[in-house]
């Protein structure tokens, strides 16, 4: 496994690498688990190499104190990616990704920001599509893998790829639960042992609005994810909504013929998780 920590290195190495073999790419922040190791396994599987970057992307987060507390495990990061067999892992700087200033520019995701985590997080999603553009621009991958823990966020580089004829195919990942149904994420990690015990409530919830969902209304539904996280000292609802798979928009109509997926943002204390489920 190599790793490079400029754009001239990697881009070196790459330029090695005969055209014709597949390049699979896995964007990252980082304080890997379970479910990105999972991702690169895939991509492992359907290319013929692998390229992991891990940047902590300073344009997407909203609020200073959530950067500075996103957990760094660097050493940890390097040794469960040389156990999935990875074969190049990008760790640049932030001058090298951002040459000039650090800032996101802006897009027209056609409103797709414009909902639940763009709605809660301010100019999140520029930030994301900036560094995913960026990235892909030096990667040059064959296909490029996203969790679904992060619906939107994988819909909105869907819509950046499509709307900027970007040469790359975008592929879904599953999301990766704990045992207790907890989806994983790196912010786990920042839980302590009682919020950590509560935290599997969030999928629990997901589960049981898809059971009932082809019997309720949406505001039943609404109603009832409410009164259970008011019921609850330590989860905190920020946002539940039941929107269009495709376009994000939330509805209070259930419409045939259209996919809907349930979407949860909680807090536990000052850690906030996300979660979704498709419902139909
Ligand atoms: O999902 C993430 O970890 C980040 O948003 C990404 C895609 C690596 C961009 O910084």
Not at 21 to 41: C, D, E, N, Q, Y
Not at 207 to 236: A, R, W
Request: hydrophobic share 40%; charged share 25%.
């Amino acid at each position: 496994m190599n790793v490079f920590k400029t754009v001239e290195l990697l881009q070196k190495n790459l330029m090695l690498i005969d055209k014709n073999r597949s390049i699979g790419f896995v964007p990252t922040m980082g304080a890997l688990h379970k479910g990105h190791l999972s991702i690169v396994k895939k991509a492992k599987k359907e290319n013929d190499l692998v390229v992991v970057s891990i940047f902590v992307n300073p344009t997407q987060f909203d609020k200073a104190d959530d950067l500075k507390s996103y957990p760094v495990t660097i050493d940890n990061d390097l040794k469960l990616l040389k156990e999935t067999h990875c074969d190049i892992v990008f760790i640049p700087a932030v001058e090298d990704v951002y040459p000039g200033n650090v800032q996101s520019s802006n897009f027209d995701f056609d409103g797709l920001d414009k909902v639940m985590e763009g709605a809660f997080r301010d100019g999140h999603f520029d930030g994301v599509g900036t560094v995913v553009k960026r990235l892909f621009e030096i990667v040059k991958p064959t296909r490029a893998y996203f969790g679904e823990k992060d619906f939107q966020q994988l819909q909105i580089i869907n819509k950046m790829v499509e709307k900027g004829k970007i040469p790359v195919q975008i592929v879904p990942c599953e999301i990766y639960r704990e045992n207790d149904g907890l989806a994983m994420s790196s912010r786990n990690t920042r839980l302590s042992e009682a919020q950590r015990k509560e935290a599997p409530l969030i999928h629990q919830t997901l589960l049981n609005v898809k059971k009932i969902f082809s019997e309720k209304d949406i505001k039943y539904i609404q109603k009832m994810v409410e009164d259970i996280f008011k019921s609850n000292t330590i989860l905190e609802l920020e946002y539940f909504e039941i929107a269009d798979t495709n376009t994000l928009l939330s509805t209070n109509n259930k419409l045939p013929n259209t996919s809907y997926r349930a979407f949860i943002a909680v807090f536990a204390g000052k850690v906030r998780l996300i979660d979704n489920l498709a419902l139909n």
